[in-house]
T-cell receptor, first 108, second 114 residues
Framework: GQSLEQPSEVTAVEGAIVQINCTYQTSGFYGLSWYQQHDGGAPTFLSY????GLEETGRFSSFLSRSDSYGYLLLQELQMKDSASYFCAYSGNTPLVFGKGTRLSVIA | DGGITQSPKYLFRKEGQNVTLSCEQN?????MYWYRQDPGQGLRLIYY???????QKGDIAEGYSVSREKKESFPLTVTSAQKNPTAFYLCASSSGGPGLGGYTFGSGTRLTVV
């Protein structure tokens, strides 16, 4: 079957660093994507890892290890506006399959 | 600016009624998708279309129907056969194949059965 596992909730302090992990089980794997969704809003694309290693985009970085079927999203210098849900999604030979999301709460 | 427009933002349906959710994109994307989002459930695929006049069922297609008569438009009909339609519905599009990611999402339609 196809599945992704990520923590349901994470809380972190403003200015800190937080890591959201994602493990997956699938076949025909192309890569791992991350999306951000604020309450009531549309998911927005953050990053994509097609190869092993780290991809950096400003304060956000994403990592993939195909051998471990594992990836993570790293958010640095957390801001209050980063409070949102974060979804990992795998790309395969079908449309994106999403995890259930991790709700990040940034506290002062 | 290019994007995806979903309408209406909020929709109320009576038991036994069919309702149609609109999705229009001006990104010139070939592929379009419909996802359903329930609290704590993430996004689940209902239908997708890679080209005009062609579409495929997703994981939860029962009780839903779609059409793709134009590249820009991919409406979703929630039929009376869908027993639990209350949810947040998201339309998305992509320029590459369905498995390549980089989806652009609309702002969603929140459907409530009354």
């Amino acid at each position: 079957g196809q599945s992704l596992e990520q923590p349901s909730e994470v809380t972190a302090v403003e200015g800190a660093i937080v890591q959201i992990n994602c493990t997956y089980q699938t076949s025909g794997f192309y890569g791992l994507s991350w999306y951000q969704q604020h309450d009531g809003g549309a998911p927005t694309f953050l990053s994509y890892n097609g190869l092993d290693g780290l991809e950096e985009t400003g304060r956000f970085s994403s990592f993939l290890s195909r051998s471990d079927s594992y990836g993570y999203l790293l958010l640095q210098e957390l801001q209050m506006k980063d409070s949102a849900s974060y979804f990992c999604a795998y790309s395969g030979n079908t449309p994106l399959v999403f995890g259930k999301g991790t709700r990040l709460s940034v506290i002062a | 600016d290019g994007g995806i427009t979903q309408s209406p933002k909020y929709l109320f349906r009576k038991e036994g009624q069919n309702v149609t959710l609109s999705c229009e994109q001006n990104l010139n994307h070939d592929a379009m998708y419909w996802y359903r989002q329930d609290p704590g459930q993430g996004l689940r695929l209902i239908y997708y279309s890679q080209i005009v006049n062609d579409f495929q069922k997703g994981d939860i297609a029962e009780g839903y129907s779609v059409s793709r008569e134009k590249k820009e438009s991919f409406p979703l009909t929630v039929t009376s056969a869908q027993k639990n339609p209350t949810a947040f519905y998201l339309c998305a599009s992509s320029s590459g194949g369905p498995g390549l990611g980089g989806y652009t999402f609309g702002s969603g339609t929140r459907l409530t059965v009354v």
